[in-house]
């Protein structure tokens, strides 16, 4: 009796079920994937289910020749569509054979040849979002096959999710995920309908706060094949600014994948580039690089502005004041250093004059406070890249219509 209950054991501790597997008994995301918001792109905002192997390697390739890569950007993501509308006789999820005739395999080992991280989507659904397999049911199987695989990040969107909850649901993926043994950022893409931001820190590295963003400065975009709505990136930043306490290094509010590039004016991918930078979120790109104007690409990889997002103290910034059509933004950053954002909501041209010694600026989430009268701070314009001044004196400038003004405050 005393073999067999020694064999028990041995097979038990093989497969995972004693103290040899540490996954188990630490279930939960992979911790400290993500310290800084994760850059990179993803192919949902322009190509939907239009994806191919020839677009990722285009994509890889012009990520690292513009300098994209340098700037930061290490993750491609394909969105929904990479996979066959069946699993196969196994219960594995099958990369679409005419899409990726080499295999998924092949495409994550070139884009992994270029020094980048590649993610997957899915979906917590019996069906993905444009009706492809969900991992309903296969939660352990498909972590399994990511990690094979050697996918970095995993987008796990909501769609067809009748009868199941939201915390229940990720938090079973965030443990296969563990169980299977690959670091993966788990990104959670619930759009905000269950507070995500109350119980994702343990479950995630990340989670969106809203429904899908649309190319717009400030707009509503009513689906008509349902009752749901895209929105402008303002009407997101809106929606969700005051959910910051819940947001910092390894636990974001993800705003949505940016539409710079994707039919905004230049300014305004401006201000969207900006804004995304002042809310820690992450910075994924989603226009057809390909296609990318010289514009389009100073936006994105301005370094100033991305030191901003990446900041190590990871706090979110916050509106400060509002009058007219005229806002201004903050951030705490490291080393003393404060983000000032002027934005123009309006539609036309308004007069900046700030005095910088009647305000005294306090971040009620965290606890970090700027008095004017005691400090005084050199300003350098993150657009411009220049020095502009300090503190002593009012700031004052034109700015355009949905135009910003970002000032980095250096002690």
């Known amino acids: 009796?005393?073999?067999?209950?020694?064999?028990?054991?041995?097979?038990?501790?093989?497969?995972?079920?004693?103290?040899?597997?540490?996954?188990?008994?630490?279930?939960?995301?992979?911790?400290?994937?993500?310290?800084?918001?994760?850059?990179?792109?993803?192919?949902?905002?322009?190509?939907?289910?239009?994806?191919?192997?020839?677009?990722?390697?285009?994509?890889?390739?012009?990520?690292?020749?513009?300098?994209?890569?340098?700037?930061?950007?290490?993750?491609?993501?394909?969105?929904?569509?990479?996979?066959?509308?069946?699993?196969?006789?196994?219960?594995?999820?099958?990369?679409?054979?005419?899409?990726?005739?080499?295999?998924?395999?092949?495409?994550?080992?070139?884009?992994?040849?270029?020094?980048?991280?590649?993610?997957?989507?899915?979906?917590?659904?019996?069906?993905?979002?444009?009706?492809?397999?969900?991992?309903?049911?296969?939660?352990?199987?498909?972590?399994?096959?990511?990690?094979?695989?050697?996918?970095?990040?995993?987008?796990?969107?909501?769609?067809?999710?009748?009868?199941?909850?939201?915390?229940?649901?990720?938090?079973?993926?965030?443990?296969?995920?563990?169980?299977?043994?690959?670091?993966?950022?788990?990104?959670?893409?619930?759009?905000?309908?269950?507070?995500?931001w109350e119980w994702g820190k343990p479950v995630g590295n990340l989670w969106r706060i809203s429904g899908d963003i649309y190319p717009c400065f400030d707009c509503e975009f009513k689906h008509e094949e349902g009752n749901w709505s895209s929105w402008g990136f303002m009407k997101i930043i809106e929606m969700r600014k005051d959910i910051r306490k819940y947001s910092g290094p390894d636990h974001w509010n993800d705003f949505d994948m940016m539409e710079v590039g994707d039919g905004m004016t230049d300014i305004e991918d401006k201000t969207h580039f900006t804004m995304w930078s002042m809310m820690a979120s992450p910075l994924i790109a989603g226009n057809d690089f390909r296609k990318m104007s010289k514009e389009t690409l100073a936006i994105l990889t301005n370094k100033e502005l991305i030191a901003v997002n990446q900041d190590k103290l990871g706090i979110q910034g916050f509106k400060y004041s509002a009058e007219d059509g005229l806002e201004v933004w903050v951030k705490p950053l490291s080393d003393g250093n404060w983000a000032v954002t002027f934005l123009n909501r309006s539609e036309v041209v308004k007069k900046v004059n700030f005095d910088w010694k009647k305000h005294t600026i306090k971040d009620a989430d965290f606890g970090y406070e700027v008095n004017f009268d005691k400090t005084i701070y050199k300003l350098k314009d993150l657009w411009r890249n220049k020095k502009n001044g300090n503190t002593k004196k009012n700031f004052v400038a034109d700015l355009a219509p949905h135009d910003v003004i970002t000032l980095r405050l250096i002690p």
């Open 1 to 196: 009796m005393k073999k067999i209950i020694l064999a028990f054991a041995l097979i038990a501790t093989a497969l995972g079920f004693g103290q040899g597997n540490t996954h188990k008994q630490t279930a939960g995301k992979f911790e400290g994937l993500a310290m800084t918001p994760p850059m990179g792109w993803n192919s949902w905002n322009t190509f939907e289910t239009n994806i191919d192997e020839k677009l990722v390697k285009e994509t890889a390739d012009i990520m690292v020749s513009s300098g994209m890569a340098a700037a930061g950007y290490n993750y491609i993501v394909l969105d929904d569509g990479w996979m066959a509308r069946e699993r196969d006789a196994n219960g594995d999820l099958v990369p679409d054979p005419v899409k990726f005739p080499n295999g998924m395999k092949a495409v994550i080992d070139y884009v992994h040849s270029k020094g980048l991280k590649f993610g997957l989507y899915n979906c917590a659904g019996t069906q993905t979002c444009a009706g492809y397999p969900g991992t309903r049911g296969y939660e352990y199987q498909d972590a399994r096959f990511y990690a094979k695989l050697g996918i970095d990040f995993l987008k796990y969107d909501w769609c067809n999710t009748q009868g199941i909850t939201a915390k229940e649901a990720y938090t079973t993926m965030s443990n296969a995920l563990k169980t299977a043994g690959r670091p993966i950022v788990f990104s959670l893409c619930e759009w905000g309908d269950n507070q995500p």
